[in-house]
């Protein structure tokens, strides 16, 4: 490989890495406005529940988020109040509203 090619190589990489970041902080922006209309007033914008009966999800993997947003929609698995949240999610969606709330970081503190 010369030299032309591997400066080529770099630059290609390079672009790959810029694009795949622009991707991600569009998501976040989408998942926001999402999570502003259909999420918060139960589980916050920031991932604390609003109630003590909503759970906290603030953080949580972005995989488990995605795995129960659908099956929720599916009714695999079922709640009142989820179900029908999850009705009207895409694909897109699930993956943007995920990616919002398991963006958030949080730190823990075993008890004494
Ligand atoms: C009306 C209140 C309400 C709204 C609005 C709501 N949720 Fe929930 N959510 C709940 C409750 C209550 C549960 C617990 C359900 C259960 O026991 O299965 C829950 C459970 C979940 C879970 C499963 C958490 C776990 O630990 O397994 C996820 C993920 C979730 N909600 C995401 C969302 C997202 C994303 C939105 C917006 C698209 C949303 N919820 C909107 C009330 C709500």
């Not at 991707?23 to 502003?36: F, P, Y």
């Not at 999850?86 to 694909?91: G, M």
Request: proline share 3%; aromatic share 6%.
């Amino acid at each position: 490989m010369n030299l032309y090619m591997l400066c080529v190589g770099v630059a290609s990489a390079l672009t790959t890495l810029i694009l795949m970041e622009e991707a991600w902080s569009s998501d976040l922006t989408v998942g926001r406005s999402k999570v502003e209309t259909l999420c918060q007033t139960c589980h916050g914008m920031d991932g604390i529940a609003t109630t003590t009966t909503v759970p906290n999800i603030a953080g949580q993997q972005m995989d488990y988020l995605v795995i129960q947003l659908e099956a929720y929609r599916s009714g695999k698995r079922e709640h009142p109040q989820m179900t029908i949240v999850s009705q009207n999610l895409t694909d897109e969606d699930i993956e943007n509203v995920s990616h919002w709330y398991a963006s958030i970081k949080f730190s823990v503190e075993m008890p004494e």
